[in-house]
C-alpha cells in the first residue's frame, strides 16, 4: 500500500493538496478523514475541497483534496535549527486552536509532529493530514494493542494503545513539538521509551527560555492527561504570551 500527496491547480485556479490511498483499509480511513474534515472549519486547520476514487493500474484508489496551504512545513523550518521563543508560542496558540476544533467534532488527530505543521505565509500554523484521525463515536479500524502515530510524539496513553483518546493527548503530542522547535531537535531523540512518564522539563532542553512559556508547555506534557491544559486554556495562554 502507499500514500501519495501533491500539490495540484484545482479548477478556478485554487491550488490544492492531492492525498491518494491504496489499499481497502485506507479507503475507509480516507472516507473518515473526509468526514472529520468536513465537521471542522478554521483558519488553522486544513479545509477539505473535494474527494472521490481514481483508478490506478486497475486498482481503485481514493483520494482526498485539501486546501494547500502556502508555506513551509515546520520540519523543515526546524531543519535549520530553533525558532524563537515568539514563534514557538504562535504555533503553539495556532495549533492549539485546530486541536480543539478537532475536539468539538469529538475527534482526535493523533498525529501531530512538525511534518503535519504547515507555516503559513500569513505567519499563522495550520494542522495538516488527518488520515488516522478517529472520531470517538466511530468503530476503530486499527489492530488492538497497536498504537498508532509517530513514535517520539505519543502521548503516554497513545503509546499504551489507549483506545478512547481525548484532545489531550493531542496537547502532549504539541508540547513535544513546541519543545523540539525551541530547541532545533527532538528533545529525546525520538525515544518513546523516554515519554512513558511524561515529557521533560522545558527547561532541561533549553535553559534560556522565558519561565511563563516553559511553565505552559510542562503543563503539556505532563503524564496524566487529566492534569493537562484544555486547548481552549491554551489558546489563552499563548495568546497571553505574544
Not at 48 to 71: H, L, W
Not at 110 to 129: E, F, T
Request: charged content about 20%; overall charge positive.
Amino acid at each position: 500500500m502507499f500514500r501519495a500527496t501533491a500539490a495540484l491547480p484545482k479548477k478556478g485556479d485554487v491550488d490544492v493538496a492531492l492525498k491518494v490511498y491504496h489499499s481497502d483499509e485506507y479507503e475507509e480511513r480516507s472516507a473518515r478523514e473526509v468526514r472529520a474534515l468536513k465537521a471542522v472549519n478554521g483558519p488553522t486547520i486544513a479545509r477539505i475541497e473535494d474527494a472521490g476514487s481514481v483508478v490506478i493500474r486497475g486498482n481503485k484508489c481514493p483520494y482526498v483534496m485539501t486546501s494547500f496551504v502556502q508555506g513551509e512545513v515546520l520540519a523543515s523550518r526546524l531543519s535549520g535549527g530553533s525558532v524563537t521563543p515568539g514563534v514557538t508560542a504562535g504555533i503553539g496558540r495556532d495549533i492549539a486552536l485546530a486541536i480543539g476544533l478537532m475536539w468539538e467534532a469529538r475527534t482526535v488527530h493523533r498525529d501531530i509532529k512538525p511534518s503535519n505543521i504547515m507555516l503559513g505565509a500569513d505567519g499563522r500554523a495550520v494542522l495538516i493530514d488527518l488520515g488516522i484521525a478517529r472520531h470517538l463515536s466511530l468503530d476503530s479500524i486499527t489492530t488492538t494493542g497497536v498504537a498508532w502515530g509517530t513514535p517520539g510524539y505519543l502521548s503516554p496513553e497513545q503509546a499504551r494503545a489507549v483506545r478512547q483518546l481525548s484532545c489531550a493527548s493531542d496537547v502532549f503530542s504539541l508540547g513535544i513539538v513546541l519543545q523540539e522547535c525551541l530547541v532545533g531537535q527532538h528533545p529525546t531523540g525520538r525515544r518513546q521509551q523516554l515519554l512513558i512518564k511524561g515529557g521533560p522539563r522545558t527547561a532541561t532542553v533549553r535553559a534560556d527560555v522565558p519561565g511563563p512559556l516553559a511553565d505552559v508547555i510542562d503543563s503539556m506534557v505532563r503524564v496524566k492527561p487529566h492534569f493537562r491544559p484544555s486547548p481552549g486554556v491554551l489558546v489563552q495562554l499563548f495568546t497571553s504570551l505574544l
